[in-house]
């Protein structure tokens, strides 16, 4: 037994304060994208992709739970919280803003990993507020939350279509010589992640923007 503030806690209430995270340590880490195997190797699915690559990279495993597939990671006394949406794209804001309450995860603590055509492919930009540029998910988001003001991660993949052809580009897969680099950059991205739960937002910005 355990005294706690004058009263005596049971087995199951020790084991749930041991459990408890202060909000400030916990991070909620979304990664964008689509489900179902068409659009797994999509460039507009490469924030799947990266919390993919992390869970191989860290051992973990992704659950799926309400509105997403969820892995939690610990590291340096901050436990990262990783969600997939499980609603599409154009809806990621009602499972981004139902975990951030569950998990009670300030804003300030949450990074959307998204696709951004206006920079150069492999390209690393962290940001804390914004417009969705025509993001449909970072529409979803902002509509959702109510706010602009939340970090986002975009990850280039360029603008190589012909008039006509965003669609198809964005839904398309990744050519040959992206895929060479590819692995480079998701390592890159991963190190950008846990930079920013442990140095901070404005680190991880001097840190890994335009790199």
């Known amino acids: ?50 919390l993919d690559f992390m869970a191989l990279q860290e051992e973990l495993s992704f659950e799926t739970q309400k509105l997403g597939d969820v892995a939690t990671y610990k590291f340096k006394g901050r436990t990262f919280i ?53 993001h449909n998910g970072l529409k979803d988001i902002q509509n959702q939350l109510g706010t602009t003001n939340y970090n986002r991660f975009r990850f280039g993949i360029s603008d190589e279509f012909s008039k006509g052809r965003q669609v198809d580009y964005v839904l398309g897969e990744w050519d040959e010589e992206e895929k060479k680099k590819l692995p480079e950059r998701l390592k890159k991205s991963v190190e950008l992640i846990k930079s920013f739960g442990t140095a901070g937002i404005n680190n991880t910005m001097n840190t890994f923007n335009g790199k």
């Open 1 to 50: 037994m355990l005294r706690f503030f004058g009263r005596i806690l049971g087995k199951k209430e020790i084991e749930k304060e041991k459990e408890e995270i202060p909000p400030m340590k916990k991070f909620l880490i979304v990664g964008l994208g689509n489900i179902g195997p068409k659009y797994h190797h999509t460039r507009h699915n490469i924030g799947f992709k990266i």
């Open 82 to 134: 990783l969600l997939k949406p499980s609603t599409y794209m154009n809806l990621s804001g009602k499972a981004v803003n139902y975990w951030l309450q569950k998990e009670k995860v300030p804003l300030k603590n949450l990074l959307v990993i998204t696709d951004d055509l206006n920079l150069p492919f492999g390209t690393l930009r962290v940001k804390t507020k914004g417009s969705d540029g025509g």
